[in-house]
């Protein structure tokens, strides 16, 4: 099985952009989809990205999802940041060989 | 209404035993399999469990192995999770969550339920 790494924080200014990381320990990151998840405090996680680069309905196109096999990982990006992207955001995966769910550790970002 | 609803988390004692239950609205219930996610207080979501959608097939994380049974009723629209053999490692806020993409791709997430372990 393998895991997920995100970098614990990330902060930025309104009307920037950020990029949060997700990489794979082992196998190939194009082997299952990567799903993006925001959590804002006291409130359940909602999907931002889905299938490496998929927005769901509702979801700005401020949020946009990437691979990069090169470097084994995944990339959530937010442009024009807005203080309400302030959340957690987690990465997810699926290990085919158990079968699972694989959670990354969570990045929250603040924007300030 | 498309959605999920949590219950039956309270306080109990390490080694008891609790039901937890997920009633879902609004969609076919039956065509989606069903995952419990938790997350224990502060701390990331943790993959607890998932059932296929006629309930043939169930998966566990390696804590949950064992300990916890993972079920479903068609019928009622309702997901359940049996957790046995309570420890306080078990603490967490439990959310049923629905797989609308495959490989895990959660489209639809309850609100959560509320398990506390402590003597």
């Known amino acids: 099985n393998f895991m997920l790494t995100q970098p614990h924080s990330v902060s930025e200014s309104p009307g920037k952009t950020v990029i949060i990381s997700c990489t794979r320990s082992s196998g190939s990151i194009d082997s299952n989809y990567v799903q993006w998840y925001q959590q804002r405090p006291g409130s359940s996680p909602t999907t931002v990205i889905y299938?490496?680069?998929?927005?769901p309905s509702g979801v700005p196109d401020r949020f946009s999802g990437s691979i990069d096999s090169s470097s084994n990982s995944a990339s959530l990006t937010i442009s024009g940041l807005k203080t309400e992207d302030a959340a957690d955001y987690y990465c997810?995966?699926?290990?085919?060989?158990?079968?699972?769910?694989?959670f990354g550790g969570g990045t929250k970002l603040t924007v300030l | 209404q498309v959605q999920l609803v949590e219950s039956g988390g309270r306080v109990v004692q390490p080694g008891e035993s609790l039901r937890l239950s997920c009633a879902g609205s609004g969609f076919t219930f039956s065509n989606y399999p069903l995952h419990w996610v938790r997350q224990a207080p502060g701390k990331g979501l943790e993959w607890v469990a998932v059932?296929?959608?006629?309930?043939?097939?169930?998966y566990y994380t390696l804590s949950a192995k064992g300990r916890f049974s993972i079920s479903r009723d068609n019928s009622k629209n309702t997901l359940y999770m049996e957790l046995n053999r309570l420890t306080v490692d078990d603490t967490a806020t439990y959310y049923c969550?629905?797989?609308?993409w495959g490989e895990g791709g959660y489209d639809l997430w309850g609100q959560g339920t509320m398990v506390t372990v402590s003597s």
């Open positions: 059932i296929s959608s006629d309930g043939t097939n169930k």
């Open positions: 969550a629905k797989e609308g």
């Open positions: 299938e490496d680069d998929q927005r």
């Open positions: 997810q995966s699926y290990d085919s060989s158990i079968p699972s769910v694989v």
